[in-house]
């Protein structure tokens, strides 16, 4: 059976993570988890969708409107319901709502045959997709991600600092003042104790995800600090507009299970309406519900973003149990606490099926993506880049890049995410088994940054080849030249020459001379490319650059062009070739002074920016055509517009080969008719002896 994309909605996350990988992944099965229809909604039209399963489903009603949804967003979509109890009213529902197939307490195995049958009859019908994700990365909530990841981390450090508060309140030695005169002595250590409570309730909501822990915890807590019979925890079901129980103390099971409240014209939906705490304590009962009768309760709303999105309740069966102000003040600290706790499940929640939403679509590419936070926390990382890294992204997430992928390279990368040029934010990376990436940073509006890794290490291998074959045939070509420039010579020794024989000859010699200069450039690009020019000094390369425009400036004379200079005295050196840099450096200033016309200006300028300096060479010349200019640093590439036909189309190919062996960058910016700035990055003698860049983990 092929693999297929299977919707998974969990209401209650009754199935294990073991459970899943042994039932949907074997066969390679991609699996999108949910535990609301509002979230499988989104999830099926967005990504079309083999197989619907409908896992443990609370109620006969949830089950209908869960097939009913997944129909109406994917037409002819089979759905297989998974059921933990065989319970006649759920059968029934499943099988009114025409589910495909049905398991009651499955095993992992039985649950793999079941979707292979619906995948083989499922193969017979038209699909709804092509299976195809291409939504751009532009498009994807990253925004959003990255804000509920900034919220919940806030809402974490709010609660620290109340459980600092807290201890420190505690740990002050009791003396003379203690306790406050307003609080009587023999009510100090219920206080003392209330606080405990509610400082170590304020810990576990830090520590523990388990929303259904967390929240049984905050109902014991409201039953231990008011002495009720009963507390409850009730949030409202947005299909229904009921109250159903999603946490109790001391309520039979049963009850909770099937307890709904209806918010018309009762107690609940007054405090859900007004937003306000309801507190009674009557000599006759009260009706909750039919069997749910009590004489003292407290009712306090949660609010959430929108509204109360539940209640917060404690009572007591039996007359002469009063509950009081105080007792309403300490609820209203527990509801805190619970809306507090459900945002923060529902925030994780929403990062996780994001997240599961971009993996699905970021695995689907074979280049390599990371994306951090504005804080550079690894907020995601694809397939392709875990490889490359060889990283555990469940142990890499939500941690300093520098924790997360200590790759000098790309933290040298990182180290320049907050430069204003596209061109200092690229970098080829190599990794430890011989792999080059392209690399490219992209600083996102409210998200922070993205990493797109392209694998070149094909075309790299490609120009290795290339230019070992040149350079060996180069060498070849050598010795047969030297040898028809000096017949030449003795050609014309041997006698008289009339002038037309003479004009061969010189033909020749021009020719022969051409392509031995070719061949010459041709050797030094091999060697270049090679690394067999090794040396390195400290190198000034203001003072190489003034040298190479003083060697030049006669030529600039003869041809009407005004040469500039401002080449400051006090950068820091670069660690390099001398010969090599100013064999750079000559190559630029010549290339500006060839195409630039008569009258025109030539501009050589050198600066520091951060730990890199920066060589210039500007001019106004002919321009290159924006199409052109991605490939001007080819072997042999000439730009259409150029007339001149002198010269071997290497030079520009020279200088990108000794940048970059250098470490450093070069690029073109140009206007046709206007002219073109070269830039060129070279890092400082001082960085490159520096340790791994540092990037920060917080950056406030």
């Known amino acids: ?58 109620s006969p009603e949830f089950t209908q409107d869960a097939i009913a949804t997944l129909r109406a967003a994917q037409p002819r979509l089979p759905v297989l319901v998974l059921l933990d109890e065989d319970s006649p009213e759920l059968v029934q529902a499943a099988r009114q709502a025409k589910a495909n197939d049905l398991l009651v307490s ?20 038209p699909k709804p997709g092509t299976g195809e994700l291409k939504p751009r990365l532009a498009s994807l909530p990253l925004t959003r ?53 509610l400082a170590g309730l304020a810990q576990g909501i830090l520590r523990h995800l388990n929303l259904d822990a967390v929240l049984t915890a905050i109902v014991e807590a409201a039953v231990a600090l008011t002495g009720a019979d009963e507390g409850s925890l009730m949030l409202l079901d947005e ?114 099926s994001e997240r599961r939403q971009l993996e699905t679509i970021l695995q689907q590419t074979e280049d390599g993506v990371l994306i951090t936070d504005p804080q550079d926390r690894l907020l995601l990382i694809n397939r392709t880049a875990q490889e490359a890294f ?37 970098a080829e990376i190599t990794l430890a088994d011989g792999r080059v990436f392209h690399t490219h940073l992209t600083p996102i509006e409210g998200v922070g940054h993205v990493v797109v890794m392209r694998d070149i290490t094909h075309l790299k291998e490609l120009d290795r080849i290339k230019s070992e074959f040149v350079t060996t045939v180069s060498h070849d070509l050598r010795s047969p030249l030297t040898t028809i420039l000096g017949y030449v010579d003795l050609i014309e020794r041997g006698g008289p020459l009339t002038p037309q024989q003479h004009e061969f000859l010189r033909r020749v010699q021009d020719s022969t001379q051409s392509i031995t200069a070719l061949i010459t450039d041709l050797v030094h690009l091999g060697r270049i490319e090679a690394g067999l020019d090794t040396q390195q000094d400290l190198v000034d390369l203001s003072a190489l650059a003034g040298y190479a425009a003083d060697s030049l400036r006669l030529r600039c004379e003869n041809k009407g062009i005004h040469l500039e200079v401002d080449l400051p005295q006090d950068l820091p050196a670069v660690a390099g070739n001398p010969v090599r840099l100013r064999q750079m450096i000559n190559n630029l200033i010549d290339n500006a002074i060839k195409f630039t016309p008569e009258n025109g200006r030539v501009t050589v300028s050198t600066h520091l920016e951060e730990n890199q300096v920066l060589l210039l060479v500007s001019d106004t010349g002919v321009g290159i055509p924006p199409p052109e200019q991605p490939y001007i640093f080819n072997k042999f590439y000439r730009a259409s517009n150029v007339e001149d036909g002198t010269g071997s189309g290497l030079g520009l190919s020279i200088v990108r080969s000794i940048v970059e062996v250098h470490g450093g960058r070069i690029w073109v910016e140009s206007t046709v ?25 917080s950056r406030g």
């Not at 499955?106 to 045959?113: G, K, M, Q, R, Y």
């Open 145 to 197: 991600l990255s804000q509920h990841v900034s919220r919940l981390l806030a809402q974490e450090a709010a609660l620290t600092t109340l459980v600092r508060e807290a201890q420190t309140a505690l740990a002050t030695p009791p003396g003379p003042s203690a306790p406050p005169a307003e609080v009587p002595a023999a009510d100090a250590s219920p206080r003392v104790r209330e606080l405990e409570t």
């Open 390 to 426: 060889g990283l555990n992204q469940d142990a890499a997430l939500l941690h300093p890049l520098t924790e997360a992928v200590p790759h000098p390279e790309l933290l040298a990368l990182y180290s320049r995410r907050d430069t204003p040029s596209p061109q200092l934010r690229r």
């Open 1 to 58: 059976m092929p693999s297929e994309t299977i919707l998974l909605l969990d209401p209650q996350h009754t199935l294990t993570p073991q459970f899943e990988e042994a039932a949907f992944r074997p066969r390679g099965h991609r699996v999108l988890a949910c535990e609301s229809l509002a979230e499988a909604i989104g999830l099926v039209k967005q990504f079309p969708t083999s197989l619907g399963v409908v896992a443990m489903p609370a």
């Open 673 to 697: 008719g206007e002219g073109s700035t070269f830039t060129v990055v070279l890092p400082t003698a001082q960085a490159k002896q520096d340790e791994t860049p540092e990037v920060s983990a």
């Open 239 to 352: 299909v229904t507009g009921d109250l159903y129980m999603r946490a109790a103390k001391n309520f039979d099971e049963q009850f909770v299970r099937t307890f709904r409240a209806r918010v018309q014209d009762s107690l609940a939906g007054e405090a859900l309406r007004s937003g306000e705490p309801v507190l009674i304590d009557e000599h006759s009962p009260q009706k909750i519900t039919t069997t749910f009768l009590v004489h003292s309760l407290i009712f306090v709303p949660l609010k959430g973003e929108t509204g109360s999105v539940g209640l917060l309740g404690v009572d007591n069966r039996q007359a002469g149990r009063p509950l009081t102000a105080h007792h309403v003040v300490l609820m209203q600290a527990l509801a805190e606490y619970a809306a507090v706790a459900l945002e923060n499940a529902r925030l994780y929640s929403q990062v996780q």
């Open 106 to 125: 499955p095993s992992p195995a039985e649950v793999d045959a079941a979707l292979e049958r619906l995948a083989a009859e499922y193969a017979h019908r």
